[in-house]
């Protein structure tokens, strides 16, 4: 497929945008191919009726040669693949760096939910323009912009103030998602959340995006409250290419 457009997000972030219809839901992702490189999942960061786009952070390989894309250029995609979010109201959406495209679409449909978009620094910050009118909060770990803390704070802070939300969805550092997950079991508020994993077919026939019994691009990418509860190796242990598992660190 042709990109037609390609938008700077942040730092090392680019949006890659195809002038074709997807149809895809909140939470569900594309494969992304570079013959002659690799290909890896990406979410479906934007959507409209005859457009849509992925988000991605050039820090590998494969990354930074999407990274040198121009519009005009080709790239191979399939899917979309996955489940998806519930997108109920009274909600709260909290995304870590890049994890922010996968609850993207989620924000676009949901009723005035609340955001924590949070990064390492202001530089890293992703969609500050596109969420401008929302109800959003900034969160960055050095405070060069925004709160000076983690997202994880800010949504404790929510919780502990009995603002009415009934879930919480995020993407983002698995290290910060169990914590938001550990947060809403205390205050028994439902959390959804869009597993990273290494996927290398995208339909579950490979397996080395495993997490416990699940697979992740079949079962997931996104889990409720009852599902991550069971999961022992959630924000502990993942698995590399060669599928031999590791600590999440």
């Given amino acids: 497929m042709e990109i037609s457009d390609v938008i700077q997000e ?61 519009k005009c250029d080709k790239a191979g995609i399939r899917g979309p693949y996955g489940n998806f979010f519930s997108a109920t109201d009274n909600a709260c959406v909290v995304g870590g760096g890049v994890g922010m495209a996968s609850v993207s679409t989620l924000i676009d449909v949901l009723k005035n939910p609340i955001i924590i978009n949070g990064a390492r620094s202001k530089e890293h910050l992703i969609y500050l323009q596109r969420y401008k009118n929302k109800n959003m909060l900034i969160t960055t770990d050095d405070g060069s912009y925004g709160i000076n803390g983690f997202t994880t704070d800010v949504l404790e802070m929510l919780l502990s103030k009995d ?3 009934k879930t919480v969805y995020t993407c983002g550092p698995e290290i910060m998602m169990k914590k938001v997950f550990e947060i809403c079991q205390r205050y028994k508020v439902e959390c959804e959340a869009s597993l990273e994993r290494y996927m290398a077919c995208g339909f ?40 031999r598992k590791v600590t999440i660190g």
């Fill in 163 to 165: 603002f009415d939300i």
């Fill in 10 to 70: 942040g730092k090392a972030k680019k949006s890659f945008f195809f002038n074709e219809h997807i149809n895809s839901k909140p939470g569900q992702f594309v494969m992304v191919w570079l013959p002659g490189i690799d290909e890896k999942p990406m979410a479906v960061s934007y959507r409209s009726r005859n457009e849509f786009a992925f988000t991605s952070h050039a820090v590998g390989k494969f990354t930074n040669a999407l990274d040198k894309l121009k």
């Fill in 204 to 243: 579950g026939i490979c397996g080395k995006c495993m997490i416990n019994d699940k697979i992740v691009c079949v079962d997931g990418p996104v889990f409720n409250s009852g599902q991550l509860g069971k999961m022992s190796e959630f924000g502990k242990f993942a698995r590399l290419k060669s599928g």
